[in-house]
């Protein structure tokens, strides 16, 4: 079982930087993929970026935003930069027993465990 706790979400302005960090429990941390999904009011929650366990492997679908690990801190961030109004929403972390080699899959399916979510405003 892992538990994921996000944290890092407020208001900023068009054009501002957040880093969201997602700290998890347990001693295997690192033998998780992680990614990052977002869901905004009324719409489905979508894939953002995935890491694998060792941090080597990412893939992101927001060439602003950047996804990282640190595995002694059992914990795995996002940074976001160059913030838009459309990447308002909701910011899931999630868990993926794909193994430590592999980033996870791009839907909601292929995660185990989530976090609770921490919300991002982006103003104008």
């Known amino acids: 079982q892992v538990q994921l706790v996000e944290s890092g979400g407020g208001l900023v302005q068009a054009g501002g930087s957040l880093r969201l960090s997602c700290a998890a429990s347990?001693?295997?941390?690192?033998?998780?993929?992680m990614g990052w999904f977002r869901q905004a009011p009324g719409k489905e929650r979508e894939f953002v970026a995935t890491?694998?366990?060792?941090?080597v492997n990412t893939y992101s679908v927001e060439g602003r935003f950047t996804i990282s690990r640190d595995n002694a801190k059992n914990t795995v961030y996002l940074q976001m930069n160059s913030l838009k109004l459309e990447n308002t929403g909701v910011y899931y972390c999630?868990?993926?027993?794909?193994?430590?080699?592999?980033?996870?899959?791009?839907?909601?399916?292929?995660?185990?465990?989530w976090g609770q979510g921490t919300q991002v405003t982006v103003s104008s």
């Open positions: 347990g001693r295997t941390f690192s033998t998780y993929a």
């Open positions: 999630a868990a993926s027993r794909v193994g430590a080699s592999r980033v996870s899959g791009t839907t909601t399916g292929y995660y185990d465990y």
């Open positions: 890491i694998s366990g060792s941090g």
